[in-house]
């Protein structure tokens, strides 16, 4: 079974004429769960459920958590899911219509992932976020399909939370021959833990998040994007909140598809950083998605509007 579907590669007139390039849309907007962790986050489920997991733990209330929910519904294995008090009920709805269990527990990320590790162990398993080799060879999937198509493009550009997708996207270019593709690393100013890494020359700890791409928030990535950036082309781009959401505006208007603000960054480099591109023609963006940020949201976050408490850091 595949948890995954192949998405579209479209060309984008709308991006192409704002940007002056030729823009290429992967669209895991589309995936079963609105977002690219369907393809790591569902494999390595999958994955450790052939070697005799009984049931999946994860302490997401973003798209990975939804993505474990997905997978054990459809594998038959009970989900659990520990989520902060600060999780909205948007996502503990969409959590639950998943047939997940769902646990509230703690102020922060930390005192929900403390929990789980009383609760995992003998068959119980964590899948983790984006840290994690499974996660990566199933994030790359994406790079095949694109490969399949037949379009090397000149760039990709992709969103950085904790690295999971950058590890993947790194990977898959490895497995199809395509290292010398430049990457192009987007984070949001109030989230950017990629680029304090490379910054320090080391995976650093980032003392707060105070970006609404929440999805992004992960504070500090994985060791593996890290090096990623020291062996492949990798260039890493901050955006404004701002701008990731007049991408996200933009682009629903454009393409009918409402995705969140962390996806929001990367799709603002077409829309406002059109500098940023001037060595490339023919230029893909992961369209990674979202489910958690209604179009009432978006507005509210632009007009400056915040829930006190907010933004939750995710670790
Ligand atoms: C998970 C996710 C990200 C960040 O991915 P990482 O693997 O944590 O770097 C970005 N955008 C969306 C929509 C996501 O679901």
Redesign the pocket.
Known sequence: MQLHIQTPLIKSEPLSQVSGKNIWLKMEALQPTG???NRGVCFACQEVVKQGAQALFSSSG???GIAVAYAGRKLGIPVTVVVPETTSAKAIELLKNENAKVIVHGESWQEANELIQTLTGDGKVFIH??DDPLVWQGHGTMIDEIHQAGLKPDAVIL????????SGVGDGLKRNGWQDVPLLAIETEGAASFNQAIKANQPIELNEITSVAT??G?KRVCQQAFDLSKQLSVQSILVSDQQALNACRQFLSDHRVLV?P??GASLSIAYDHAEKLKDFENIVIIV???VTATIEQINKWQLGLREPGFPPARE
């Open positions: 977002s690219f962790k973003g798209n990975a976020p984006f969103s950085v939370g904790g690295g999971g997708m950058l999805t992004l992960a969140e962390s996806c990674c998605g979202g």
